[in-house]
Structures are given as C-alpha cells and as structure tokens.
C-alpha cells in the first residue's frame, strides 16, 4: 500500500493559484479514481480535483478558503 498525494492540477493557460471551496471528502473516507473530492475556484471558475487513485483520504492538508498554488500537494490518499 503506498501513499499518493493529490496535487492542485492547472486547469487553465493562466491558472497560478486555487481557492479551497468545497471538500466534497473528510479523512477517512473511502475515495474511487476520478471521484470528485474537492472544488476549487480559480479566476471565478469552479474546478473539481478527482482522486488520483481508489482508497482512503488519510490527510487534508489544504483547508476550505485556503488559497494554493498549482502543483501544491492538498490531500494525501493510501491506496487500499
């Protein structure tokens, strides 16, 4: 089992940074790949992050109303 960190992906040419909305998981739950687990807006655009890969949300290190920037690690998942 190892652990994969969920990143803030670029959406956008112009996208440098993300506003946490809306964590749609808690740590703890059990996620399937490309399962939406968080919203973020960027430029007054929603953006859904999907798992990377099927587990367990074991950490969330982006709480709602941070603002982070692209490629920053927001979630860690095990995979079961």
Known sequence: MSVVDVL???????????EIVSWLK???????????????ESAKVTVEVVAPV???LIEILAEEGAVIEVRDTIARIKEL
């Open 26 to 40: 808690s740590v703890g739950d059990t996620v399937e790949k490309d399962e939406v687990i968080v919203e973020v």
């Open 8 to 18: 803030l992906p670029q959406s956008g040419m112009g996208m440098q940074d993300g």
């Open 54 to 56: 099927s587990g367990e």
